[in-house]
């Protein structure tokens, strides 16, 4: 199966989902502009549309369409902690699709320090959705075969190991501070 970078948009362009190694397990993603694929990945994981979905990116001017312009002390913080395991919820800006944010008007980012994730947004040019490779409910695919066994041909899978963190990304909420996620 190619891999390569024009295959892999022309498949995200037509709605495809991709799995791929992130810093704790393997993540589903797909183009977050494209509202068939963020339908297609809502059912495939049997999840809510009210959960909403983070955006992953190797830089965040890939995440500045979904985001609200930050006061400069804001954006300061979330750089602080990029690339790394930490995800901001921010303010979506007006562009940012209501499947990606679940009717809120917040969106979670975040630059990604893993380095087939990162290396994959910088050969797409794009940011990617970024959720666990799982069915809800049950535990995240740790391996390219976990997840050919459980989504089989639905979904085109990028192998890489996962990073060594044992848990999801920090979640912070930009706008209080809160550690919404450890």
Sequence with gaps: MRNDAADLRAWLRRGGIIAYPTESCYGLGCDPRNPHAL?????????STARGMLLIADRFKRLKPFVRPLHAADLARMQHTWPGPVTWVAPASNACPPLLTGGRPTIAVRVTAHPVAAQLC???????VSTSANKSGNKPAKTAAECRRIFGARVRVIVGRIGRRRRPSTLIDLATGNILRP
């Design 39 to 47: 339908q297609r990945l809502i059912r495939l994981k049997g999840r």
């Design 122 to 128: 910088r050969s797409l040019g794009m940011a990617l």
